[in-house]
């Protein structure tokens, strides 16, 4: 009787160990703060970190700040050339999405904040998989692109 109990047991741990979502997962279908790293200029790596301040979802718009930091010492800088934020949604690449607004951060006294920036108007059409792509382009005209994959 005891054999058959534990063996219950360990059937029902490893059903739901098999179940629970890897962080892998989580953090693609999460939407939370995401680091995508730029190397488009092999003297200088950037980082963009990406936290949503307005969670995406199918309802509202959606509310994307973008912190961009040289990778070196993590200091606060703008992108030597200009970026770009669009959606793309894989299993219907000819949906029409509006363009994204870029908008400068200002602190209290209307400064800009070094290399803060909110992305605003983006919106989600509908249920699925997405992709959020940020373009890099460089002062020499060349791109980069990187992007968040999002469950919506």
């Known amino acids: 009787m005891k054999k058959l109990i534990y063996s219950s047991i ?3 741990l490893s059903f739901s160990v098999c179940a629970a979502p890897s962080s892998t997962e989580q953090a693609s279908t999460v939407p939370g703060s995401t680091m995508l790293i730029f190397s488009q200029d092999p003297r200088t ?12 979802s199918v309802d509202s718009g959606a509310t994307l700040q973008i912190q961009w930091m040289n990778a070196a010492n993590h200091a ?16 219907m690449p000819s949906m ?6 870029l908008e400068r951060v200002v602190d209290n006294q209307g400064n800009p904040v070094l290399g803060k920036y909110l992305v605003r ?11 959020v792509r940020i373009t890099l382009t460089g002062p020499d005209g060349s791109e980069e692109t990187q ?4 469950d919506i």
């Open 45 to 56: 790596t950037l980082n963009a970190d990406c936290v949503w301040t307005q969670k995406p």
């Open 10 to 12: 360990l059937l029902l």
């Open 96 to 101: 029409y999405n509006a363009p994204t607004q």
């Open 147 to 150: 992007q968040i994959e999002l």
């Open 76 to 91: 606060a800088v703008d992108p030597a050339g200009s970026f770009d934020v669009s959606l793309f949604m894989p299993s």
């Open 121 to 131: 108007n983006i919106y989600f059409m509908m249920v699925g998989r997405w992709d």
